[in-house]
């Protein structure tokens, strides 16, 4: 598995970190994103999106991180 990240403001929150579990082929398995600020976490078990497009563009997660937030939620 490959995971990826990637952040965007939110007013009044802070960053909301977006956090993607992919496949060899590139296909999203899970997703979630996550709120540090508010300790926010939104889990997506079979995310509608199902293709990473520019991935070049996100950031390289790590897979303890994104198992330890996903278990957490």
């Given at each position: 598995m490959t995971y990826f990240k990637t952040?965007?403001?939110v007013?009044?929150?802070?960053n909301a970190w977006t956090y993607y579990e992919c496949d060899d082929a590139g296909v999203i398995q899970r997703q979630m994103t996550?709120?540090?600020?508010?300790g926010e976490t939104d889990r997506i078990s079979d995310p509608i999106v199902k293709k990473i497009?520019?991935?070049?563009?996100?950031?390289?997660?790590?897979a303890?991180?994104?198992t330890?937030?996903?278990?957490?939620a």
């Open positions: 952040a965007q403001y007013p009044g929150k802070g996550h709120i540090p600020e508010t497009y520019q991935p070049e563009k996100l950031q390289k997660a790590d303890a991180e994104f330890r937030l996903w278990d957490e």
